[in-house]
């Protein structure tokens, strides 16, 4: 069983940075591979980012590549999600997830889901 409770969302204008914390409990923290989806309003819940265990190899949805990063401190059993350019499109719930699945960059592939943080982009 893993907890994830993630942080760090908030209110931020057009081009600034947030950098959102998900913070896992359990002790094979480091077995897994960790992925940030995100929901907006009305719209499905879709993959943002993915890491697998070893931290080694990542991967990115087209609209954030190049703004968003992702990493893990696996001595913290945390990962982070550095976003950096925010725009007002990047308004949703931001999810931590964790799995072991090949299918890092859907919903299906993904066992453990935190409560989700607030982030919006003001224009």
């Known amino acids: 069983q893993v907890q994830l409770v993630e942080s760090g969302g908030g209110l931020v204008q057009a081009g600034d940075s947030l950098r959102l914390s998900c913070a896992a409990s359990?002790?094979?923290?480091?077995?897994?591979?960790m992925g940030w989806f995100r929901q907006a309003p009305g719209k499905e819940r879709e993959f943002v980012t993915a890491?697998?265990?070893?931290?080694?190899?990542?991967y990115y949805a087209d609209s954030v590549k190049g703004r968003f990063t992702i990493s893990r401190d696996n001595a913290k059993n945390t990962v982070y999600l550095q976003m950096n350019n925010l725009k007002p499109e990047d308004t949703a719930v931001y999810y931590c997830?964790?799995?072991?699945?090949?299918?890092?960059?859907?919903?299906?592939?993904?066992?453990?889901w935190g409560q989700g943080t607030q982030v919006t982009v003001s224009s």
């Open positions: 359990g002790r094979t923290f480091n077995s897994y591979t």
């Open positions: 890491i697998r265990a070893s931290g080694g190899t990542t």
């Open positions: 997830a964790a799995g072991k699945s090949i299918f890092l960059s859907t919903s299906r592939g993904y066992d453990y």
